[in-house]
C-alpha cells in the first residue's frame, strides 16, 4: 500500500550518514506531518533532502460513494477508474500519480450500478444498473448518450468487446443482450438459460459471447445473430462469473459453491481447478498485460494466480465482508476492491507489510445488531444504507431524512425524485411512513425507486417511527441520533 513516488532533485543533501544532530532521515519520514515540516526547518535542509513519502493505502483509497460499492474498473492505460455503487452512482477517478482524484459522479440512474466498463481510448464508459438499464456515457462532456432498455430485471454485468462496437449484458431476466453502441441500437436477445444469468463475456475475438447462470451451465453463442452454439459446461451449483483468458481458448469461471477453475473452451472440460473459496466466487480480474488473475469471493478472500503457472502469488483476507468487485492495477503491486465499504479500497499486494491490518469499518451503520433503541436499531438496518438524518445526503441513494414530517413527498430540492413520488401529493406524517411501510414502497408508491422495505411488525413500524420524529427534527448524525434518542428516553421515564 505505498507506491513509489518520483521527488524532485533535492536541492540540499544531508551528510553522509543520513542524519542532522542525531535524527536520522527515516526519523524525520516518520513523524507526523506537522512535525517533519518543523523539523525541515529547524534543522536547514529541504524537504526534497528527503527519501520519497508514498501515499499511505488509506489516502489512496476512492472516497467519494454513499453506499456500499458493486463495480470498479481501471481503464488500460491505468489512468482512469470507474467505480459503481448501491448509491445508484458512477464516479470517474483519476488515478495519475498523486491522491487519486474524483472528476465527475453520474447519479442518472434509478437502480444500484452493479456495473461498468471503459471502451477503447476511455472517451465512453457503460453503465448496467438495478433498474434494468443499460447506460452509454461521454465521459469528456458528462453527458448520457444513450440509455438502452429491453430488460425486465436488474442488470449485473456488462463486457465490451475489443474495439468498442459491441456490449452484451446479464440479467436477472434470464436473458443476456448484445447492444451495437456504434449505431445506438439494441441487438440480439440470448435466451435460452433456466435461470438468472449472473455474468457475460466476449470472446477475445469477439465472434462469441459466453454466459454464466445460477441454472448451473456456461453457454457460448454467436455475437452475430445471438443463436447458441454451445452448451459448454454444466456445473451443477450455479455459476457466478466468468472471464475469457487471453489465449482465446479457455475461460476462467467460479461457482455458488466455491469452486473456481479453468475451462477448455474446445473440449468442455475443466483444465485445472485452482484453490476453492468456502463462499461463493464473486468477482473476477484479468490483466494480460501482467498476465495475471484475481478472484474475489463472499467471505472476502481475495486470490491472485500467475497465469504462466497459475500458482497462487498473492492472497489476501478481508474480514469485513464479501469482494463484489476487483480491478488489477498496471503495476503490478496493488489492487481496488469493492466490498461494503462506503470507498474503494487499495490492497498492495507486494511488498507486503508484516502485518498488515485489513481495511474496512465493522460494524458498519447498517449492521448494527443491538445496544440501541428499537426504532434506531430499524433505522440503522432499513433506511441508513440509502438515507441520512442530516441536511446533507452524503451522496447516498435517498434523499436527506431531516424535517422529513410535515414535507410533500418529492419536494426535497436538488434530489432527482421518481415520477411515482413527483407525481403524489400526501405528506410525510406518522400516518404515510406507517402505511409506506406496512404496505411496501412498491405497493404505496408503485414505481418508485425505494427498496423493497415492507416491515410486517406493526411494533417494529411504530418504533421506527418514534425515532424518525425526533432524530429528523436534530439533523444530527446517527450515532449522535442513536445517543440522543436514548437520553430523550430516560429524561422522559424521569
Not at 534543522?43 to 508514498?54: D, K, R, T, Y
Request: charged share 20%; with cysteine; net charge positive.
Amino acid at each position: 500500500m505505498k507506491p513509489i513516488r518520483p521527488m524532485p532533485a533535492p536541492k540540499r543533501s544531508l551528510p553522509n550518514n543520513g542524519t542532522v544532530m542525531g535524527i536520522s532521515r527515516t526519523t524525520i519520514a516518520v513523524l507526523p506531518r506537522g512535525l517533519r515540516i518543523l523539523a525541515v526547518a529547524l534543522f536547514g535542509f529541504s524537504w526534497a533532502a528527503l527519501p520519497s513519502i508514498p501515499l499511505q493505502a488509506e489516502e489512496r483509497n476512492l472516497k467519494g460513494h454513499g453506499g456500499p460499492v458493486k463495480a470498479i474498473v481501471v481503464s488500460e492505460d491505468g489512468t482512469r477508474a470507474l467505480s459503481g455503487s448501491f448509491d445508484y452512482s458512477m464516479i470517474l477517478w483519476d488515478l495519475t500519480p498523486g491522491k487519486p482524484q474524483q472528476l465527475h459522479g453520474f447519479d442518472d440512474h434509478d437502480g444500484a450500478v452493479n456495473d461498468a466498463e471503459f471502451l477503447p481510448g476511455n472517451k465512453r464508459a457503460v453503465s448496467a444498473s438495478d433498474d434494468g438499464t443499460i447506460s452509454l456515457w461521454d465521459l469528456k462532456t458528462h453527458t448520457l448518450i444513450k440509455r438502452f432498455k429491453g430488460h425486465s430485471h436488474k442488470v449485473v454485468k456488462i463486457a465490451v468487446n475489443q474495439d468498442g462496437s459491441k456490449a452484451v449484458s446479464a440479467s436477472w431476466d434470464r436473458t443476456a443482450r448484445i447492444w451495437d453502441l456504434a449505431n445506438l441500437r439494441p441487438g440480439p436477445v440470448l435466451k435460452g438459460h433456466r435461470n438468472t444469468i449472473n455474468d457475460a463475456a466476449f470472446s477475445i475475438d469477439g465472434k462469441h459471447v459466453f454466459t454464466a447462470s445460477y441454472d448451473g451451465t456456461i453457454r457460448q453463442w454467436r455475437t452475430s445473430d445471438g443463436e447458441e452454439t454451445s452448451q459448454l459446461y454444466s456445473h451443477g451449483w450455479g455459476v457466478n462469473v466468468i472471464a475469457a483468458l487471453p489465449d482465446g481458448e479457455r475461460l476462467l469461471f467460479g461457482g455458488l459453491n466455491g469452486f473456481i477453475g479453468i475451462l477448455n473452451i474446445k473440449t468442455g472440460k475443466i483444465d485445472r481447478p485452482l484453490r476453492p473459496s468456502e463462499r461463493p466466487f464473486l468477482s473476477l480480474a484479468v490483466n494480460p498485460k501482467l498476465n495475471l488473475a484475481a478472484a474475489g469471493a463472499g467471505d472476502g478472500r481475495i486470490s491472485v494466480w500467475d497465469m504462466a503457472t497459475w500458482k497462487e502469488k498473492f492472497s489476501y483476507e478481508n474480514p469485513f465482508g464479501p469482494a463484489w468487485a476487483l480491478a488489477l492495477l498496471n503495476d503490478g503491486k496493488s489492487l481496488y476492491f469493492g466490498s461494503l465499504d462506503d470507498e474503494v479500497i487499495l490492497w498492495q499486494m507486494t511488498p507486503a507489510k508484516p502485518f498488515e491490518p485489513a481495511e474496512g469499518k465493522y460494524p458498519r451503520r447498517f449492521q448494527i445488531t443491538e445496544g440501541i433503541d428499537p426504532g434506531a436499531l430499524q433505522f440503522a438496518r432499513k433506511c441508513s444504507i440509502c438515507h441520512t438524518l442530516t441536511p446533507d445526503t452524503a451522496n447516498r441513494a435517498g434523499p436527506s431524512l431531516f424535517k422529513l414530517f410535515g414535507r410533500k413527498v418529492g419536494t426535497l430540492p436538488g434530489y432527482s425524485y421518481s415520477k411515482a413520488l413527483t407525481s403524489r401529493s400526501f405528506t410525510w406524517t406518522g400516518e404515510t411512513v406507517e402505511a409506506l411501510f406496512a404496505e411496501g414502497p412498491e405497493n404505496y408508491v408503485p414505481g418508485t425507486k425505494m427498496p423493497l422495505q415492507k416491515m410486517s411488525n406493526p411494533q417494529e413500524r411504530k418504533a421506527l417511527i418514534a425515532f424518525l420524529k425526533h432524530a429528523t427534527e436534530t439533523g444530527k448524525p446517527a450515532n449522535e441520533a442513536y445517543v440522543s434518542y436514548e437520553a430523550v428516553k430516560k429524561k422522559q421515564k424521569n
